[in-house]
């Protein structure tokens, strides 16, 4: 199983701009699907983004469908989730997650995935 760290989390203003990023270990992310998903106190986690494992095809979530874009450095082995536009909404622990033959239709289940990360706490805040 290959293992995540999340960091880049912080207190940011309604509107700010925010990366953060997922390092991995013990694996090449290139062989596996992965994504970003949040959960907020009292909530259900949410699906952020996706991107299947040869990055051909990405997937938001609706309620940050235009702000946010996933990407990903193989060669640093690295995940990123770039944030625009941030609302206090938008409050949140951010986990990133990797999972070996997740087929399209599933990127935004996160039962799809195997390995999770110990998520990076986000703030919008004024």
């Known amino acids: 199983q290959v293992q995540l760290v999340e960091s880049g989390g912080r207190l940011v203003q309604p509107g700010a701009s925010l990366r953060v990023s997922c390092a991995a270990s013990g694996g090449t992310l290139s062989g596996y699907a992965m994504a970003w998903f949040r959960q907020a106190p009292g909530k259900e986690r949410e699906f952020v983004a996706a991107?299947?494992?040869?990055?051909?095809?990405?997937y938001y979530g609706d309620s940050v469908k235009g702000r946010f874009t996933i990407s990903r450095d193989n060669a640093k082995n690295t995940m990123y989730l770039q944030m625009n536009s941030l609302k206090p909404e938008d409050t949140a622990v951010y986990y990133c997650a990797a999972g070996r033959g997740v087929i399209t239709s599933s990127l935004g289940s996160h039962t799809a995935y195997a390995s999770w990360g110990q998520g990076t706490q986000v703030t919008v805040s004024s």
């Open positions: 991107f299947s494992r040869t990055g051909g095809y990405t």
